[in-house]
């Protein structure tokens, strides 16, 4: 793995539960920790628990440093195991001014996830949100690699850069741009309240980068390369959800009317390239859910069953979609608008939350059940964003009632993705043991299951009305340069507002030059308005040669072949243009790494009947390109393997389990003895 000076590198590893582990490197030892954190990857079925620790990087210097490999020691009941990890590296450290402009474009097309950057690990941070598609960057480190081998055995290789703003992005979230940023002017701010929404608008010279920070009283958002900024609103008397917003040097505080009263936000560049952060408004409830928007996600569904339960003919799969269709009756009966995933396709967890993306609601709950030992019995529910803490502690003490389990187990912080979204609350509920047999007869009875799904509804009317539901209050207030700033879904008018004539465009002007790229690179253009106060910003683009760049409503050139052509900039208002011309080159490709060999982490095993064990390809060079690989078993009444390495004992024997690389077909073994306990 490749680290920054002074980074925190994270070490994780899976043994037994009560075991002593410990990680060595460059001399140094450190204890691993057992975490009960829960995310996607967990099985709450396996004997192995998820132990962490972390080192401290040297400080860096002008050439890379090799620290050595990483060695993991775990004993239990009087054995001792070690394997080696990873090698790491320390990145040199860039000379000032070697960043490279960058510009924030998300492989979801939204918003890119931001991490710390004094760490490395591949774990979403809550304390750190989205920077929105578009925004405009500098990388102040070389490349960093993150390698590790999650809970169903595969190996995941994440790459990132860390930004000037402060914070670590995915490589692949980015895209280099000759756009440079600096001495930005923020000219306007506006605050607009629709029944919905409330837009916070910043009439922004440059696409600027920006730190969003969430705390129960107040939002933050700190403005990178920006030093001309507009006055305060220390009064926000038509809106629902914020007091005030005031400026302290680049940073944006807007204090919350109501502590704990925020319910998610989204940001984006407008039309005209302002910076609009909108936020959801709390619903006008009227004695019902009236205003509310909710997405409902029954788990699993299709071919995906879940757990499977105590009783065979129920799965988890089953409740979660009869508890689910009985919750949106009522939530409908109540008034609210409400959008049901739909199942049956088998969506995976990006799909579930494009889908919730895209319906913009103001709360997201996710039904599911859960599975461990038979004695295992409760309720819980999952958040990840601190906003939606309270929403899940309601949901699970609510549904533990309607249960009847006495067993409460509380609102849980975990790593799932359908709850890592900043743009509305989101949780997952885990509302009985399917493992149980108590729980699993309630849960297959339909009075149970309307139950709970009206406790589940109950608790959300209780969360609208904590964050402040009921009060409905809309309309605009301005200060500075607010020409251009409209709400994307404001029916107010704003404050400053003139009668008058309206001010022509005189002329426009594409922001970067003449340019080079590369195959497949994409950029963004900007433009100028003459005069900057001109009402009229609406300008179409336009590619002579499609077949060798195009160029979208926005404009963004997307490079496709090599040659020229010319990109032009028309004013809708006087007809005005600019063209620059871009040449587009062929695409340094990457040399191919082939496979040379692959091990397997254990040569031979011993299992009891019913035991698990995750077995990990390496592969020879550790950086080869095509790391792809079949499972095999000689004897799958004896131990079966999955697709991820994931050994099962089934039955008593002997058998090998046999890796083969999908570049060159390399095998390797692991004879696997299985035992009747």
């Given at each position: ?498 009668d008058g004539e309206e001010i022509p465009v ?92 692959v091990t397997l982490s254990e040569e031979s ?73």
């Amino acid at each position: 793995i490749n680290v920054g000076g002074d980074m925190q590198i994270l070490v994780s590893a899976h043994a037994y539960e009560g075991a002593q582990v410990s990680a060595t490197l460059n001399g140094q030892t450190i204890t691993l920790t057992q975490i009960d954190t829960e995310d996607d990857d967990t099985d709450k079925d396996s004997s192995y628990k998820l132990f962490s620790g972390s080192f401290t990087a040297p400080p860096a210097n002008s050439a890379d440093q090799n620290l050595g490999q990483i060695t993991v020691t775990a004993t239990y009941e009087g054995e001792t195991v070690s394997m080696p990890g990873a090698t790491v590296i320390v990145n040199k450290k860039l000379p000032l001014g070697e960043g490279v402009p960058v510009m924030i474009n998300p492989t979801n097309g939204i918003d890119a996830e931001t991490f710390p950057a004094d760490t490395l690990n591949d774990n979403s941070d809550p304390d750190y949100y989205p920077i929105c598609k578009g925004a405009l960057d500098y990388t102040v480190s070389d490349e960093m690699v993150y390698t590790y081998v999650n809970d169903d055995g595969e190996t995941k290789t994440c790459r990132y850069y860390l930004l000037a703003s402060g914070v670590r992005v995915y490589a692949e979230d980015l895209t280099t741009v000759s756009t440079q940023v600096g001495g930005n002017t923020i000219s306007g701010l506006t605050v607009t309240a629709s029944e919905r929404y409330t837009d916070v608008i910043l009439r922004t010279v440059q696409k600027v980068s920006y730190i969003f920070r969430y705390s129960p009283d107040a939002i933050t958002i700190d403005f990178q390369n920006t030093e001309t900024l507009p006055g305060d609103i220390e009064s926000l008397t038509k809106n629902p959800l914020f007091t005030s917003a005031t400026w302290s040097g680049a940073e944006l505080t807007l204090t919350l009317k109501q502590t704990n009263g925020f319910l998610g936000f989204k940001a984006f560049f407008d039309d005209v390239g302002n910076l609009v952060f909108r936020f959801n408004n709390p619903p006008e409830m009227d004695g019902g859910l009236a205003g509310a928007h909710i997405v409902v996600d029954p788990g699993h569904g299709g071919k995906d069953i879940g757990a499977a339960g105590y009783n065979p003919d129920y799965n988890e799969a089953y409740f979660n979609q009869a508890i689910a269709d009985e919750l949106v009756d009522i939530l409908q009966d109540w008034g609210a608008s409400v959008t049901m995933i739909q199942t049956g396709g088998s969506p995976s967890l990006q799909e579930r939350v494009a889908t919730a993306r895209s319906a913009n609601p103001n709360l997201f709950v996710s039904i599911h059940n859960n599975s461990g030992p038979s004695s295992a019995q409760g309720t819980e529910a999952y958040y990840f964003n601190p906003f939606s803490k309270t929403l899940a502690a309601n949901v699970s003490a609510n549904v533990s009632q309607a249960l009847e389990n006495g067993n409460n187990r509380g609102g849980k912080f975990g790593r799932y993705y359908v709850t890592r979204v900043s743009q509305f609350p989101a949780i997952l509920a885990e509302c009985g043991f399917v493992s149980n047999s108590e729980e699993n007869e309630k849960l297959a009875d339909p009075d149970y299951q309307e139950a709970i799904a009206e406790a589940i509804a109950n608790a959300i009317y209780s969360y609208y009305q904590s964050v402040g539901g009921g009060e409905v209050v809309t309309g605009t207030q301005s200060v500075g340069d607010s020409s251009q700033a409209v709400g994307g879904d404001s029916s107010g008018s704003a404050d400053d507002s003139q009668d008058g004539e309206e001010i022509p465009v005189e002329d426009v002007v594409i922001d970067q030059g003449d340019l080079e790229l590369e195959v497949g690179d994409l950029e963004a253009l900007t433009y100028t308005i003459d005069p900057e106060d001109a009402d009229n910003w609406e300008v179409t683009w336009e590619s002579s040669d499609e077949d060798v760049a195009v160029v979208d409503e926005e404009g963004w050139v997307e490079a496709l072949s090599e040659g020229e052509t010319q990109i032009t900039v028309t004013t809708e208002d006087g007809d005005y243009s600019d063209t620059i011309t871009i040449r587009v080159l062929a695409d340094g490709a990457e040399e191919d790494i082939p496979v040379e060999e692959v091990t397997l982490s254990e040569e031979s095993l011993s299992l009891a009947v019913g035991e698990t064990h995750t077995l990990t390809a390496q592969f020879s060079p550790d950086d080869a390109s095509d790391q792809g690989v079949t499972w095999e078993s000689s004897d799958e009444t004896v131990v079966t393997v999955n697709s991820r390495g994931r050994l099962r004992a089934v039955g008593e024997g002997t058998a090998t389990i046999t890796v083969i690389t999908d570049d060159g077909g390399y095998e390797a073994y692991c004879d696997v003895e299985v035992w009747e306990e």
